[in-house]
């Protein structure tokens, strides 16, 4: 056997032994996932509520999240925005609330729908539409679809769309729920509208766009130090909002409008954007939780 022939083989196991132990390491939690289109959320909702979904879904719910909170008689969904499927993988250290959420079977990941911008993917999370449906062009648009909001006020119930003042969770989502908060300039302010809203209202489905994730994302870039830091922040946040929500009744669903990427910018420095279709930008968390008191005791199968 000559020296190159031996090199090979060395190479070859080499490659076969260490490389794939690698790449396990790295995504084996992402591989095992579960995609399903942003155009299910809201169906899920829906029949999770025991309402019939909006007319115009373009998507049925998603199976596993039914079977798991069916019967809560209210539902949050938290949108943490930009926050992608491949942020968070990179971010895990700075997420150790979110990570200790996420098990085997209650989580999974959404497809955003195009164009990957917030106003256009929070406007399919209440209707289960895309653009073409919806009509969303910014976060002023009128829907030209059913929205969820409508569906539960037609049977009694009440919604809340929450965000910072000019943000989509406002302009869009609370101008379609029954209750939003005004004038909220952070996540932190928006947080405490929220509670106030919903000790006072307690609407069975509420939305929430939190958004310091995506300004961070784009000053700096989606990968960055400071994106780190801003992750961080989504994660205590979160730590605050979940458990509190829990507790008076509400099932949990985390999830994001979309990701982003990075862009080099003329200056040498590093930003970031979003509005493709490429699994950086489309590809989010999806995460749910029962009501506390249904953790404590589980519906019998
Ligand atoms: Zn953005």
């Known amino acids: 056997m000559n020296v190159f022939r ?52 373009e998507a ?19 949108g943490i925005d930009a926050f992608g499927a491949a942020i968070w993988s990179k971010m895990r250290d700075k997420t150790p609330y979110l990570n200790s959420l996420a098990t085997e079977t209650n989580q999974a990941q959404l497809r955003s729908v ?8 929070f406007g399919c999370m209440i209707t289960g539409g895309s653009q073409k449906t919806t009509g969303i062009k910014t976060f002023d648009s009128e829907l030209a679809c059913e929205d969820l909001c409508s569906v539960l006020r037609a049977r009694g119930l ?9 943000w989509t969770g406002d302009r869009l989502l609370g101008r379609y729920a029954d209750f939003r908060v005004k004038e909220k300039n952070d996540d932190l302010e928006v947080l405490a509208g929220l509670m106030e809203v919903v000790d006072e209202k307690k609407p069975e489905f509420v939305i929430v766009q939190y958004g310091n994730t995506d300004k961070v994302f ?49 200056n040498g420095t590093t930003g970031g954007v979003h509005g493709t279709d490429s699994d950086l930008d489309c590809l989010v968390p999806l995460v749910w939780l029962p009501s506390a008191d249904r953790a404590a005791t589980p519906p019998k199968p």
């Not at 919604?159 to 000019?166: A, D, H, L, R």
């Open 6 to 57: 031996l090199s090979l083989i060395a190479l070859v196991f080499l490659s076969t032994a260490v490389s794939p132990g690698l790449s396990v390491a790295a995504s084996s939690r992402d591989a095992a996932l579960r995609t399903y289109p942003m155009q299910a959320l809201a169906p899920t909702v829906a029949t999770i509520l025991d309402v019939p979904a909006p007319k115009q879904a």
């Open 60 to 78: 049925p719910p998603i199976d596993s999240i039914v079977n798991d909170l069916r019967g809560a008689k209210q539902v949050a969904v938290l």
């Open 114 to 121: 195009l164009p990957s911008v917030t106003c256009v993917n």
């Open 158 to 166: 009440k919604s809340g769309g929450f965000g910072i003042k000019g």
């Open 218 to 266: 784009h000053a700096h870039g989606p990968f960055s130090k400071q994106a780190a830091e801003a992750c961080a922040g989504a994660d205590a946040w979160l730590q605050e909002i979940i458990p509190w929500l829990r507790a008076r009744g509400y099932a949990i669903i985390i999830t994001a409008d979309h990701g982003q990427h990075d862009v080099p910018r003329a």
